[in-house]
């Protein structure tokens, strides 16, 4: 900032140099002015910015004209109104004068007369009358009509055509008032309704009058509109608040109750509870497809498009109803994927593998149950590679896993001593996984069929005792998903026996992320995806034949949905054996350039030398599960849980259904089915609340519930059964 030159000298100075002819430019002279930070600031921009607030947040001004893209289909919608306007106004017309017609006919009948006449049973006696009436009454219309025709007639040839045009509007205005309709005919009950449809995006009112035909909230309450229904992709997407006594909880887990309100199949349906700083727990998002979002063909993935990926990014999974790219996170976090045959579980778990594939720095592990040529192609790039169901197929993966548990106590010694700048905390960074003098490259291990090796019977000697294979498998399994993320290793696992007897509960417990793909039942979903996750409305078993590769996952990390959302169903990109194929030969070729070919793929199958003791002392510091005692149905598995040692003969006697439904977040409905058929019937006895009142309430007996428990096969062991769990 320059300042205005003020001394004497210096105009002297300028003035000599310009009459020499010496003149020198020094630019603009700019005049400035000192602000003294001290003193107080206008308050123009401080009552701007409160009515910017005020505008923002107040009720009373419009949403549309807040926001432009509500602004923008709040425009679109007044359009769509005033083009409709002229057909939706000329059929209140038509209806006005049908209705006006059946009126009319039922004042010339005498309907109300000749219906109070048969309920008393004197229409024989009050024949005569009616008649008489009736023929009045047609004589009052022919009268009526001469005298308008011939008003008209005179008015006419009085003052022409306008009046008659003035009053045909105005007749017509009349016509549409008594043919108006909203959803329905007012006054009227029509023979055959005729179909619902969404016609909430205009009027919010229906929205409301759904909510109430599902129950969802009561006959005197309302919803408070957060964000008006705009076009979401192919869509309708509309926010509300639930009334104060309402939770968005309820909502979600009776998601088929509301579509059907509104007149949709459920797959059409998203609704989702509103998280984090903008949401409350009675605040919730909707959207509603216009069609079936899984009709059409499924998408290639777009791997298939890329020379390389990063493991460390989320692996491009599939796409979700509102046709957002849904991507999976695989870093720190392992995978399990579940459902019955032919419902794409395969390619699911390939997909998973694309992305780790096309990463030159990762190791893969591949182990194909199945036997067929599903896994081949992943020979090009893994490090260890086997397809079979025989015994010693599972002996090999002992091996494998063995292995495993050994590299990963080697990479959590090595990282003691690192410094904090290369390893910040106990955990492989991506800089680590890189780097070949510290080998920890990221591990994947993918196991298609895990059923096979985790039910296979035969023994193995485990520090001198003899164990069932499949029970080794388990532990080692339970003990690389329990530590192996923080040291790089991914584990995938993928099923079709979703069951409690195939994957052990302290493995599922850690298995970060989840995907079920159509099951059976319930229960068989619970155990892909959690339990009582049905009860909080994600139920695989509910997905239908013909959508092929969609389920519904869980993810352990952020998506395109919101880091916050619980489960969300999800169409997987279509990756047949070709295109799988292409992306194993680009992985190959990323391997060699970098010098990263290692094991089977790079024809080394020796397996190193193992120490299993040492393996097996690992596994003893963990908590594995015990081969003696089978898995317990649900719901008796979350009361053991639940209850622990109150369960005991010197526990509690006696448990309100109510603080069990609280306890376990499950609908009491479904617990009372559970309940029955484990064996335990409901009674009622008297507790004493807080305030000292005693009261009678409904609720479970503990010795009906430590039978049931005992018929499942573990005795009296409550106590060890709730520290296991």
């Not at 926010?239 to 009776?254: E, F, I, Q, S, Y």
């Not at 069929?449 to 388990?474: I, N, S």
């Not at 990263?596 to 963990?622: C, E, I, K, N, W």
Request: hydrophobic share 45%.
């Amino acid at each position: 900032m320059a300042a205005e030159p003020s001394s004497e000298a210096d105009s002297g100075v300028s003035l000599a140099r310009m009459a020499s002819g010496d003149v020198e430019h020094i630019g603009p002279i700019l005049d400035g002015e000192l602000i003294d930070d001290s003193l107080p600031q206008p308050r123009v921009r401080t009552v701007r910015r409160r009515l910017a607030r005020w505008w923002k947040h107040s009720p009373r001004v419009p949403l549309w004209m807040k926001s432009r893209p509500q602004a923008v289909q709040a425009a679109k919608d007044a359009v769509v109104w005033i083009v409709k306007s002229p057909l939706r106004y000329a059929g209140a017309v038509v209806r006005g004068a049908i209705a006006g017609t059946r009126v009319w006919r039922g004042w010339v009948k005498v309907n109300d007369y000749r219906t109070a006449a048969e309920d008393s049973e004197k229409l024989a006696d009050k024949f005569t009358e009616i008649r008489e009436l009736t023929l009045f009454r047609w004589k009052v219309t022919g009268a009526v009509v001469a005298i308008a025709a011939l008003a008209v007639a005179v008015v006419d040839l009085l003052y022409g055509h306008d009046p008659l045009w003035i009053g045909g509007a105005a007749a017509s205005l009349a016509l549409a008032i008594l043919g108006r309709r909203k959803d329905g005919s007012p006054g009227r009950k029509p023979a055959l309704a005729g179909p619902r449809t969404l016609t909430w995006t205009m009027d919010p009112q229906v929205l409301v009058d759904a909510f109430r035909d599902a129950k969802l909230i009561g006959k005197d309450e309302t919803l408070r509109l957060v964000e008006r229904a705009t076009r979401v992709g192919d869509g309708w997407a509309v926010t509300v608040d639930l009334p104060a006594t309402r939770k968005a909880a309820d909502v979600v887990k009776n998601r088929d109750a509301l579509a059907s309100a509104l007149a949709v199949d459920e797959v059409q349906l998203i609704v989702e509870r509103v998280r984090g700083n903008g949401g409350h727990a009675g605040r919730i998002s909707m959207w509603v497809a216009d069609e079936d979002p899984y009709v059409r063909p499924p998408l290639q993935t777009p791997l298939l498009g890329v020379t390389r990926w990063d493991a460390w990014r989320p692996v491009p999974f599939g796409r979700d109803a509102r046709d957002r790219r849904i991507d999976l996170p695989l870093v720190w976090t392992s995978l399990l994927i579940g459902a019955i045959p032919r419902q794409g579980k395969t390619f699911a778990a390939r997909l998973a593998a694309s992305g780790l594939v096309l990463d030159a720095w990762v190791r893969l592990y591949v182990a194909d149950f199945k036997a067929g040529k599903d896994w081949v192609a992943a020979g090009q790039v893994a490090h260890r590679f086997m397809a079979g169901d025989e015994p010693e197929h599972v002996h090999a993966l002992i091996d494998w896993l063995a292995e495993l548990v050994a590299e990963i106590q080697g990479r959590f010694r090595r990282m003691r001593d690192l410094d904090d700048l290369v390893c910040p905390e106990s955990k492989v960074t991506p800089e680590m996984s890189r780097d070949k003098a510290l080998n920890m490259p990221i591990t994947a291990i993918f196991i298609d069929e895990v059923q096979v090796p985790l039910e296979d019977r035969t023994p193995v000697d485990v520090q001198g005792k003899r164990l069932a294979a499949g029970e080794y498998v388990g532990e080692l399994l339970t003990w690389l998903a329990k530590k192996g993320p923080a040291a790089g290793i991914v584990l995938v696992l993928a099923t079709q026996r979703p069951d409690s007897k195939t994957i052990p509960s302290g493995l599922r417990a850690v298995l970060g992320s989840r995907f079920a793909l159509r099951v059976m039942d319930w229960r068989d979903s619970n155990i892909v995806l959690g339990e009582q996750m049905n009860t909080r409305g994600f139920d695989s078993s509910r997905l239908l034949p013909s959508h092929k590769g969609v389920g519904i996952l869980r993810p352990d990390g952020d998506t395109a949905a919101g880091a916050d959302v619980l489960a969300m169903t999800v169409r997987t990109y279509y990756m047949p054996n070709e295109d799988w194929q292409t992306i194993c030969q680009q992985g190959r070729a990323l391997r060699e350039a970098a010098g990263t070919l290692t094991g089977h793929a790079a024809g080394q199958d020796s397996m190193p030398t193992l120490d299993h003791a040492a393996v097996a002392h690992a596994l003893g510091a963990g908590v594995a599960p015990s081969p003696s005692m089978p898995e317990l149905p649900e719901p008796l598995s979350a009361l053991v849980e639940y209850l622990g040692a109150d369960l005991g003969p010197e526990g509690r006697q006696f448990v309100p259904t109510a603080e069990l439904v609280e306890a376990l977040g499950i609908e009491r409905r479904t617990f009372s089915q559970q309940m029955n058929e484990a064996g335990c019937r409901p009674t009622r006895d008297r507790v004493t609340s807080e305030d000292g009142e005693t009261r009678q309430v409904r609720g479970y007996l503990t010795a009906d519930i430590r039978r049931a428990v005992e018929q499942a096969g573990y005795g009296e062991g409550y106590a060890a059964i709730g520290a296991q769990r």
